[in-house]
């Protein structure tokens, strides 16, 4: 019987690690308190650059006066540093607009954002439910990993009358455009550890 093709959250994952490896780049793991991952994220990004920065606090931004509208996201999103640094952003008309966000050093990983009321939903296909082997047990397995994923979940949705997992996070409609990119930078890297903890769990 032949094996099936990988998926493309599996190829996103392994051509990541490929574009990694060729900027010189290794993957070291560490633990902290579940608080800091945040932190932890803004501190690789700046290991891995050539040359280290002077170390500069970081601030907490403060909220946004009035609430984001979908189409006024994207055209923040475009004129910032994510827009300049290898990430596509497309805004999808329609009556729910929506922007997503191709991770180019992610494996070209898909990130979808829309703004609904008070909150920003960010979400990325994990798999579909017909990949995995064992549903319950990847359920459960799901509900495990979620605690040590403070900005990011796991949840199923329907799709085209299909149920695909996802791995999502939400924020404040009035969140300040830098808690907006960490969220996206976060859940493409989850997704990823994510997609590597469950590879045996899938078809």
Known sequence: MAKPPPTPTARAQS???????????????????????????????????PVLPPFIPL????????????????????KSDLG??????????????AIAATMAEHGD???????AGEQIFVSVPLCMGSEVK??????????????????SNIGLQTIDGEDVYIVFGEL?????????????????DNTLEAAEAFADELN
């Open 84 to 97: 300049k640094s290898g990430v596509t952003l497309e805004l999808i008309e329609g009556a729910e607009p």
């Open 172 to 188: 404040s409609a009035q969140a300040p455009l830098s808690n907006v990119i960490e969220e996206i930078l976060v859940l493409a």
């Open 109 to 115: 990983l898909q990130i979808q954002l829309a703004v």
């Open 134 to 151: 064992n549903r319950a047990r990847f359920n459960e397995a799901c509900l495990r990993l979620n605690p040590l994923n403070p900005l």
């Open 15 to 49: 051509a990541y690690r490929e574009r990694m490896r060729e900027k010189g780049l290794v993957a070291r793991q560490v633990y902290i308190r579940p608080r800091h991952k945040s932190l932890l994220g803004k501190i690789e990004m700046m290991l891995r650059e």
């Open 59 to 78: 601030e907490r931004a403060r909220p946004m006066s009035t609430a984001w509208t979908t189409t006024a996201l994207y055209q923040e999103l475009a």
